[in-house]
């Protein structure tokens, strides 16, 4: 189970090749697509179907054995996105010596120091031109090899480098690709390489959303292999829990949900983002389609639960006085509830007694989280989520250190956890 997560990791360097990896395990666990551009056919309790927006997002249904009108449907969610650097247009800079950098801007919150002497790759979609320019053709791009790194600068240029340094997302964190003397080459660094690893023609190349990532694969460290270093552990380690669940978990009479969102990172306020009206009205679709009405699809809104699954921070053994004096949710000590009494998070005392009896069930350890009083915590979907479906449910996540960073630790154990805490939730 840990290699499958490391390999989906591995194949997952930015939104758009995770939700790749997810439609395949789908495709082949027997999961359908839905073109939203067609009427949706009449659908039999038990089918499986999914649907993608705009390629990072996905959403994978498994009809209950009731229809979603009597019996509701329970939902994991989660987010493809992570914090990176975006590649912005015309981004070669060629200067002295011939050497190259790149031109990016900053996406979500990195821990920007993290990204230094580490070397990078790029990924993400490229767009080709069709005989109709409403519809170019994508293609998604993994470099799979380092091609640029962003170098520190040496210690005796900062000699106050180890007591803190502020850095200028234009000038330090800009990556270095190599250097070139052929004016040819020069001009079209980029491209020349998107088109070589396509096998394509420049001339075909509209645009790109492309990203900088780590080359490095994930591992298992620690004396026992107890901890899992990795990128973008924050959120796909819990997108990944969610699918294996879904694929092992029998049919239910409740219809089971996987909904994978974008640009958590940035807000949300995407089309394929949480605030996006798009899932509710796939739902009222997938109601329609089963025969049902509008009073059916509120019923169906009225009887679900959604776990909202984002990591959370585990107990930082160097820095205590950032925990909450009372609650420190271990790494490697179960999934986590996360509360907020500004409502931040979705939890409230009767969404975390189901997850909490549903960790019980599965007999797995559960943890709380909340944050110490005078340290602001992040947000997540689960509240987003919430304006356009009025969901009961629970905000959890597994316990990570350096959350956001180019490299975030989690616990082996506590994917396993997941898991099983997650196929409990499908089946109960
Ligand atoms: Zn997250």
Redesign the pocket.
Known sequence: MLNRLLSFLDASPVNFLAVEQIRQQLEAAGFTRIDPTQPLPQLEAGAQVYVTKNDSAIFAFRLGRKTLGEAGFKMICA?SDSPCFRIKPAAEMVGEAGLVRLNTEVYGGPILSTWFDRPLSIAGRVLLRTDNPLHPETRLLHVKRPVMIIPNLAIHFNRQVNDGVKLNRQKDMLPVMGYVTDQLEKDNLLLHLIAKELGVDKSAILDFDLYLCDAQPACLCGLHDEFISSGRL??LSMCYAGLEALLAAPQNDMTQVLAIFDN??TGSGTKQGAASPFLRNMLERLVLAQGGTQDDLYRAIEQAFMVSA??AHAFHPNHAEKADPTNHPRIGGGPVIKFNAAQKYASDADSASVFAEVCRLAGVPCQKFVNHSEIAGGS?LGNILAASIPLRGVDMGNGIWAMHSARETGAAIDHIYCVKAFTKFYEV
Request: net charge negative; proline share 0%; charged share 60%.
């Open positions: 987010h924050d959120d958590e990172e984002d990591n997540t």
